[in-house]
Each structure stands twice: as C-alpha cells, then as structure tokens.
C-alpha cells in the first residue's frame, strides 16, 4: 500500500479546475487571484509528484521554489495595484474598472 | 499504510477546502479556506517526501502570502460579496468549462502508461541544496533580484501620492 502517482495527480487536476472555475467566475479582483493562487499550487504538487514517482533527481523540486517564489512576487505586485485601484476608483470589482484615467 | 491513511485525510481535507473556497460567497471564509488548502499543500509534500518544500510551503504562503490576502482583503472589498457571479460569464457556463478541463486531465492521467516505480526515497535536503547552489544557480540569483525589484515596485504602486489623502 503505497501513494501512487495517479492519485497527487488527481488531487492536482482538481486544485487546477477549481482555479479556473473561481477565475471565470469571481468579480472581485483578489478573489480571482486567489483562484491564480490556487492554480499555481497545483502546478507545484505535480512538479513534486514527478520527482517523487517517475524521476530519481531533485529538478522538480527546484522548479518548485521557483515557482513559489515567483508566486510571492506576483502577489505582492497584484495586490499592490489592487489596492492603488480601490484607492482611486472606490472599488475592487472587475466589472466596474471601466475608465482609462481613474 | 500510515502515509496512505495520512494521505487520504490531506486530500479530503483538501478538496472540502477548495469546494468552501471556489464556492462560497463570503470572500473572507474563501480566504480562510484558502490558507487551509496551503496548510494541507504542505502536508502533501512532506507525505511526499521533500520536507524542504513543505517548510518553503508554511513559510512563504501560509506566513507571507495569505496573510498580505487577508490583509488587502480587510482593507478593499465588502465583505459580503453578494452576486458571485461574472455578469459576462454565468456559473453554470463557467462549471461546464472547468469540469470539462477536469474530465480532460482525469481522463489523461488515468490512461497516461505511467512507469510506477515509486523512486526517489533519498530526496533529502542535502541533495537539493547541491543542486541549488550549483547547477540552479544563476536561476536563484535571478529569483533574487525579481523579488527585489517586485517588492520596491509594489511599495512605490502602493503609496498614496503627495497631496492624496
């Protein structure tokens, strides 16, 4: 009895489907990024679950801090720009964001 | 057997999260859901055996990310977010799309002849830290100045301008 590749992979693929579902339908910018979040996350368990299965090499795992790394930097500028648009505009609704000069 | 039992509790753990956090309609129970999918993210991978990873895992999402989340969340939205829906996309068009992707990648991993050899017991710190610090190196250093540049663009993005407030 042992955790099979088939199983971290499914988990995976349904992280990455629930992403997309809060992504087409959330209005609210931070949630769809959390929806990107989510995505993201995904990606790096099959980045892990590759290693840990099919491969005897630790890249994946590399790819993996990268990513998370990444993560941390898009989120931290995401937000940043969310923020600077509710200042301006008084909202964070992806709907309402309709003027060129705030 | 016991990393199986564990394994099946995460990934129920996980998938409930994700249900809580793609489908409830109060962004802040969405947050909280959400960190609780990192927490269970990080538990996969020390089930899985890179120990590193999950410690990165806690770290940077659960510590640095989530809480910047919680914290723009707190400041901008209402928190009752009453019409979930696209105005433009509606849910059971958006549900329709991303259960096709799922079938897709079910279907895919199902019948993809995986060779299922369950390598990789050695994967410890030690060996990721060579391979970081020689053969990813430039790679790291590149991640560096990224996150330096970021995070002086998102505080000069964030800072209300002269005169404003």
Redesign the interface.
């Known amino acids: ?11 995976a ?10 992504i ?5 910018a ?2 769809i ?3 990107v ?2 995505i993201l ?1 995904a990606v ?2 099959n980045f ?2 590759f ?9 994946g ?2 790819a ?3 990513n ?10 995401a ?6 648009i ?2 301006s505009l008084k909202t ?1 609704e992806t ?1 309402r964001l309709d003027s060129l000069r705030g | ?1 016991f ?2 039992v564990l ?1 099946y509790l995460v ?1 129920l753990g ?2 409930g999260l ?2 809580i ?2 489908l409830s309609p109060n ?1 802040i129970r ?2 909280f859901s ?1 960190l609780g ?2 927490i269970g ?1 990080a538990c ?2 020390g ?4 120990q ?2 999950a410690v ?2 806690i770290m ?2 659960v510590g ?2 989530m809480v ?2 919680i914290f ?2 707190m ?3 209402r928190i009752q ?1 009453v ?7 509606g ?1 059971v ?3 329709i ?3 096709a ?2 079938l897709m ?2 279907f895919v ?2 019948y993809f002849p ?7 017991e050695h ?1 410890s710190v030690e ?2 830290g060579k ?2 610090s020689t053969d ?1 190196l430039p ?1 790291l250093l590149g ?1 560096g100045i ?2 330096l540049v ?2 002086v ?3 000069t ?2 800072r ?1 301008k002269k005169g ?1 407030d």
């Open positions: 009895m042992e955790i099979t590749i088939r199983e971290t992979l499914l988990i693929a349904f992280l990455f489907s629930s992403g997309i579902f809060m087409l339908t959330r209005q609210n931070i949630a990024l959390m929806g979040e989510l996350n790096n368990i892990v679950a290693d840990r299965f099919l491969f005897d090499r630790v890249d795992n590399v993996a801090i990268i998370i790394m990444l993560a941390a930097s898009e989120v931290a500028v937000l940043a720009i969310v923020i600077c509710f200042r964070a709907d | 057997m990393f199986k394994f990934s996980i998938v994700t249900l956090t793609a962004i969405s947050v959400l999918v990192m993210v996969l991978y089930i899985m055996g890179s590193y990873l990165i895992q940077i999402y640095g990310i910047l989340f723009a969340v400041f901008t939205s977010n019409e979930i829906t696209n105005r433009s996309l849910k068009q958006a549900g799309i991303s259960l992707v799922f990648l079910v991993i199902l995986f060779s299922q050899e369950n390598m990789g994967q060996r990721l391979v970081i990813y790679f991640i990224i996150l970021s995070l663009g998102a505080i993005i964030a209300p404003e």
